[in-house]
């Protein structure tokens, strides 16, 4: 029932996607006026400066880590084996591959799946070596977490994210028929796949 609603709402937000690029491509047709004044209004600079500021703090925790290092080690090293434990006893990949091999997609996901649990089993296992480094060798942790700890800063990453680009919105006012064209037949062949 779930699967039937899921994809019953996938193919109906397609078939309103599909809706809003006929309407836009009709009006880059029509009224290309209405389309720049539209971005015009809508072209406001947004900084994202102090969202990422954050980012660029370097925060300290191996003072705590390595203070309880006992205690908190047993704890992660519990989480980490019983997360194991519940994965090889309780996670049935098969169901969830039997499910999926119906779709047109399945052998994707099933590709996907797959990696994500030998992702999920190489972490888990990490984690508990790592735990048991510290609970038992922690000087040993602290030289492997000074060799592999640098400081990465984000501000160089995030800095394209500070400007903005007119270019594309130029290209496609200035070529509006073929736009609207493309989005009229894009918008078309979806009403024709979801008929």
Known sequence: MYRTLAIDFVEWFLAFAGFCNLLLGLI?????????????????????????KQLEIQRDTEKFLFKYNSILGW???????????VYFTQFQLNVFRESVDQFKYG????????????????FV?????????????P???KRIIGFTDKWISTR??????????????GFVINHNVIFGVLLVIFSGYMFYLFR
Do not use: C, H
């Open 28 to 52: 880059l047709i029509l009224k290309p006026k209405l389309i720049i004044d539209l971005n015009q209004k809508m072209s406001i600079w947004i900084s994202t400066r102090s969202a990422t």
């Open 75 to 85: 704890i992660l090293l519990m989480g980490f084996v019983i997360s194991l434990y």
């Open 107 to 122: 052998p994707m996901v099933d590709i996907v799946m797959t990696s994500a649990k030998w992702i999920f089993i190489i």
């Open 125 to 137: 296992l990490l984690g508990i070596f790592s735990m048991l480094l510290l609970i038992f060798t």
């Open 139 to 141: 000087k040993t942790l």
């Open 156 to 169: 160089l990453i995030f800095l394209p994210l500070e400007k903005m680009y007119f270019q594309f919105d």
